[in-house]
């Protein structure tokens, strides 16, 4: 069945520094991996999505993620923390056609 | 586009008591999620449509919650009788087809307390 795990339920960085939130999957098949983004008080927006075409995907507000097949992982990073992107993050796998099961959640802080 | 339309934002009942919970998808989008999300469990699927039509209902926690889709743009959930342990906020998502090509759109939730 697939699945996915978010390593670290909180993350903390400094504005300006690497942000990078961790998500593996597990599944038997080629997978659908999406990364979402929720900041309070409202529904989660997609911010990429990696549908079997190219392994390195762009998202919206200069987030990106890479799927390595090898280590069955799709990080999320993003060069340069801004104080905006403080928010929980999820990684999904689609499983079933659309059903997307959702990880726990890292929720990330940016510090001054 | 307005995007996916939830009401109530917030709702507060007492036990015991029928909640309904609505949802308007974006217009040509085929397939409808509803979610639950706690802190317990996080992110759960109740149930989901596709062409308002019931695929898979087996994420509804028991036959207190039922969901319907009358047409393309309009759907509820609905919990008779409500309890404390329903407290939650409520997601409805929208998708363009069944693909997975395909990532949702979700509304802002409705936040339910049962007290």
């Known amino acids: 069945a697939q699945s996915v795990t978010q390593l670290g339920s909180h993350v903390s960085v400094s504005e300006g520094a690497l942000v990078l939130l961790r998500c593996n999957y597990s599944?038997?098949?080629?997978?659908?991996l999406f990364w979402y983004v929720q900041y309070p008080n409202q529904g989660l927006q997609l911010l990429l999505k990696?549908?079997?075409?190219?392994?390195l995907v762009k998202g919206i507000n200069g987030f990106e993620a890479e799927f390595k097949k090898s280590e069955t992982s799709f990080h999320l990073t993003k060069p340069s923390a801004h104080m905006s992107d403080a928010a929980e993050y999820f990684c999904a796998v689609a499983r079933g056609g659309n059903k997307l099961t959702f990880g726990t959640g890292t929720q990330l802080k940016v510090e001054l | 586009d307005a995007g996916v339309i939830q009401s109530p934002r917030h709702e507060v009942t007492e036990m015991g008591q029928e909640v309904t919970l609505r949802c308007k998808p974006i217009?040509?989008?085929?397939?409808l999620f509803w979610y639950r999300q706690t802190m317990m469990r996080g992110l759960e699927l109740l149930i989901y449509f596709n062409n308002n039509v019931p695929i898979d209902d087996s994420g509804m926690p028991e036959d207190r919650f039922s969901a319907k889709m009358p047409n393309a743009s309009f759907s509820t959930l609905k919990i008779q009788p409500s309890e404390p342990r329903d407290s939650a906020v409520y997601f409805c998502?929208?998708?363009?087809?069944?693909?997975?090509?395909?990532?949702?759109?979700f509304g802002s939730g409705t936040r339910l307390t049962v007290v």
């Open positions: 599944s038997s098949v080629p997978p659908y």
């Open positions: 217009s040509g989008h085929n397939s």
């Open positions: 998502a929208s998708s363009l087809d069944w693909s997975p090509n395909y990532g949702y759109t």
């Open positions: 990696y549908t079997s075409a190219a392994t």
